[in-house]
Structures are given as C-alpha cells and as structure tokens.
C-alpha cells in the first residue's frame, strides 16, 4: 500500500520541480556551449564544416594553422547577442576552441561532476 501511495504522490511532487531542482536530484547538470565545443577537439576539419558548413570569418596563421569562426544571433531584436564560437585547426585537426558571448546553457544534461570546460583558444 505504502509503494502504491509512493506511486501516486511521487509524479505530483515532481510536477512542481523545475528543471534545474529536478537536475540536482537526478544528479545532472545542465550541457553548455563549452561542453558542446570541447568535444569537437581532435575532430578533422572536414567533420566540422561538414556539421556546420562553412565558417563565417577564417585566418590562416603564418604557421599553417587556421582559425576559424561561426557565429548565431540568439536573443530577442532589442537585446539581441551574436554568439562566437571559433576553432583552431592544425594539420586538418581542431585542436582548440573559444566561445563569447553564448547562451549559458543548451539542451541536454551530463553528471552533475563532469566539469564544465574552459575554453583553449
């Protein structure tokens, strides 16, 4: 009887919780930009642009390396932010990655343990 009730009460208790409250009690947190970048770090080149497309701005560095960049405008038109996430490519290779001015958060959660990455480039 007392699993019975459990089952009844459980599902109105967690209606109420918010997404982060119900992250915490699952042991989750939030995914971020960072974490969405950071995995893109020893990926060819050609997984990039073939994901993204083209980049908006790219430069190549004397020593052969490129930088390159996407930007996405999130936010309402009167507060609008554009959105800069750049990589670094060496030898056809990402191997860093920098973000401005991005959204906090984007859909997904991970363990609430895994650090948040910091950007590299």
Known sequence: MK??????????LLA???SAQMNMLMGKRNKTYN???ATWVGSTEEQLI???GPPKNGYTLESG???VSYEHVWGPI???HVCVEKFMIEKGVVTKWGISDCPSRISGTLPKDTPIPQPTL
Do not use: H
């Open 3 to 12: 699993k019975l009730a459990l089952l009844v009460v459980l599902p109105s």
């Open 16 to 18: 109420g919780c918010t």
């Open 35 to 37: 974490d969405a970048n």
């Open 50 to 52: 073939s994901k993204w």
């Open 65 to 67: 390396a490129k930088i």
């Open 78 to 80: 009167s507060a609008y």
